[in-house]
């Protein structure tokens, strides 16, 4: 069997996210999304695993169930941080673990190093090699997935604050990591030119702290019946279980896939920001290198070559996002959520509308251009102006000169525009 996954999450209980995700909002956002199984996010929370416990029944294997039969998988975020080699570290980490009792243990090991009800993604001042002593003594089987290994400030692999290699982080414990998460800035094809990380399973999820980003990147696995060891067979590709595929974003909608500085407003791609000596024209402060330049700087394969285990991948747009393209409104305008209740009581889920609808059935909906809008996503023919420093990249249906972001940020400086605001004109006296 197939299920669509979301594993990395996080509930009301973490900094910076949304009062809406209490247990029975996320069930009902992910039914929505085709998310079938979805992780619960921040159990080393007190407060939030008693909810849990309260209000998910055990379907047997590990897993939990809301009353609408979506699956919850027992999943938390924590964030590491030291100093290695003269320089700060910070590494986030997502946890997997069996059983609610795996929780209660893992959260009670975790509770020397540091606090735990504060923040539901919790700060913990350790590496991860002590880290992970501590919670494998409590829990052998917990599953540890380095989460968005690329994002500069907190990443295994960031250019702000992570390591060049695997083994440096993780030493005598790297044997024991089957998996990462590519991040909202990456794509397989990207990850795929670094060598380095040819013995991991790549996955993808979307990091919700609202209930509407659900489900804007999956992991599809194929299990012969649900359950967190099959989960775990699935991402070593053993005993029949497997990831068959991954639902990404395109990279360049991700908040740091191009180098740039946001306070300037520049964006820039890596060749770029090597010409300027990674300076900002504008200010002169470093610029914020993003994923795409860190992940060629760790490359030793050309684009284009993938790995022999290559796992297949969709880019798909949110379809919040897609419908407010279409309708020329914010996605959090009243017009796109009519419009995206009445897609969703038609055509069953978001995720079946962007992939699996036929788009001459999609022809006929009332909302003009909607099916060509799902053209263009499915052929890959949607532009995407490059997110950078915290910025999400502008996806648009026309020409880049004409597009506007729905979000209502202003349009970054291009490098043509950077040389006209800090070159001399030629015309100059």
Same mark, same amino acid.
């Given at each position: 069997?197939?299920? /669509?996954?979301?594993?990395?999450?996080?509930?009301?209980?973490?900094?910076?996210?949304?009062?809406?995700?209490?247990?029975?909002?996320?069930? #009902?956002?992910?039914?929505?999304?085709?998310?079938?199984?979805?992780?619960?996010?921040?159990?080393?929370?007190?407060?939030?695993?008693?909810?849990?416990?309260?209000?998910?029944? $055990?379907?047997?294997?590990?897993?939990?169930?809301?009353?609408?039969?979506?699956?919850?998988?027992?999943?938390?975020?924590?964030?590491?941080?030291?100093?290695?080699?003269?320089?700060?570290?910070? /590494?986030?980490?997502?946890?997997?673990?069996?059983?609610?009792?795996?929780?209660?243990?893992?959260?009670?090991?975790?509770?020397?190093?540091?606090?735990?009800?504060?923040?539901?993604? $919790?700060?913990?001042?350790?590496?991860?090699?002590?880290?992970?002593?501590?919670?494998?003594?409590?829990?052998?089987?917990?599953?540890?997935?380095?989460?968005?290994?690329?994002? $500069?400030?907190?990443?295994?692999?960031?250019?702000?604050?992570?390591?060049?290699?695997?083994?440096?982080?993780?030493?005598?414990?790297?044997?024991?990591?089957?998996?990462?998460?590519?991040?909202?800035?990456?794509?397989?094809?990207?990850?795929?030119?670094?060598?380095?990380?040819? *013995?991991?399973?790549?996955?993808?999820?979307?990091? *919700?702290?609202?209930?509407?980003?659900?489900?804007?990147?999956?992991?599809?696995?194929?299990?012969?019946?649900? #359950?967190?060891?099959?989960?775990?067979?699935?991402?070593?590709?053993?005993?029949?279980?497997? !990831?068959?595929?991954?639902?990404?974003?395109?990279?360049?909608?991700?908040?740091?896939?191009?180098?740039?500085?946001?306070?300037?407003?520049?964006?820039?791609?890596?060749?770029?920001?090597?010409?300027?000596?990674?300076?900002?024209?504008?200010?002169?402060?470093?610029?914020?290198?993003?994923?795409?330049?860190?992940?060629?700087?760790?490359?030793?394969?050309?684009?284009?070559?993938?790995?022999?285990?290559?796992?297949?991948?969709?880019?798909?747009?949110?379809?919040?996002?897609? /419908?407010?393209?279409? *309708?020329?409104?914010?996605?959090?305008?009243?017009?796109?959520?009519?419009?995206?209740?009445?897609?969703?009581?038609?055509?069953?889920?978001?995720?079946?509308?962007?992939?699996?609808?036929?788009?001459?059935?999609?022809?006929?909906?009332?909302?003009?251009?909607?099916?060509?809008?799902?053209?263009? !996503?499915?052929?890959?023919?949607?532009?995407?102006?490059?997110?950078?420093?915290?910025?999400?990249?502008?996806?648009?249906?026309?020409?880049?000169?004409?597009?506007?972001?729905?979000?209502?940020?202003?349009?970054?400086?291009?490098?043509?525009?950077?040389?006209?605001?800090?070159?001399?004109?030629?015309?100059?006296?």
């Amino acid at each position: 069997m197939r299920l /669509v996954a979301d594993l990395h999450i996080h509930s009301k209980h973490s900094i910076a996210t949304s009062g809406a995700m209490d247990l029975p909002q996320l069930a #009902g956002w992910a039914a929505r999304k085709g998310i079938e199984l979805l992780g619960t996010g921040d159990f080393t929370h007190g407060e939030w695993l008693e909810a849990i416990a309260r209000e998910l029944r $055990p379907t047997g294997g590990g897993l939990l169930a809301a009353s609408n039969g979506v699956l919850f998988a027992l999943t938390s975020e924590v964030a590491l941080v030291w100093r290695y080699e003269g320089r700060c570290r910070r /590494v986030h980490l997502l946890l997997l673990v069996p059983t609610l009792a795996d929780a209660a243990r893992v959260r009670h090991a975790l509770t020397r190093f540091g606090s735990l009800d504060g923040n539901g993604r $919790p700060m913990l001042g350790m590496d991860c090699i002590s880290f992970l002593d501590a919670i494998w003594n409590a829990a052998p089987d917990v599953e540890v997935i380095p989460a968005h290994i690329w994002t $500069p400030w907190y990443s295994l692999l960031g250019s702000r604050s992570g390591f060049d290699g695997i083994d440096d982080c993780f030493g005598p414990h790297v044997d024991r990591i089957a998996a990462v998460e590519t991040g909202l800035s990456s794509d397989p094809p990207m990850n795929e030119r670094v060598g380095r990380l040819d *013995a991991m399973t790549l996955v993808s999820f979307s990091d *919700a702290h609202s209930p509407s980003k659900i489900g804007r990147e999956a992991t599809v696995f194929e299990l012969p019946e649900p #359950g967190f060891a099959w989960i775990r067979n699935a991402l070593r590709g053993e005993r029949g279980a497997r !990831v068959c595929e991954t639902i990404e974003v395109h990279p360049e909608h991700g908040k740091y896939h191009y180098d740039g500085h946001r306070a300037c407003g520049v964006a820039v791609s890596p060749d770029e920001a090597r010409a300027l000596g990674g300076i900002c024209p504008v200010c002169r402060k470093p610029l914020t290198l993003g994923v795409l330049h860190r992940v060629t700087d760790l490359a030793d394969r050309p684009a284009g070559l993938p790995r022999a285990k290559r796992v297949p991948h969709r880019t798909l747009l949110p379809l919040p996002e897609l /419908v407010a393209l279409v *309708a020329k409104r914010r996605p959090q305008s009243r017009v796109v959520e009519r419009e995206l209740n009445r897609l969703v009581e038609r055509y069953g889920t978001e995720l079946r509308v962007l992939s699996e609808v036929p788009l001459e059935e999609l022809a006929n909906d009332r909302l003009p251009g909607l099916a060509d809008a799902v053209r263009s !996503v499915r052929t890959g023919r949607l532009h995407v102006r490059p997110g950078y420093d915290g910025v999400y990249g502008v996806a648009s249906l026309q020409q880049e000169s004409d597009a506007v972001s729905p979000s209502g940020e202003n349009a970054s400086l291009t490098a043509r525009s950077i040389r006209e605001r800090t070159e001399p004109s030629a015309n100059a006296a």
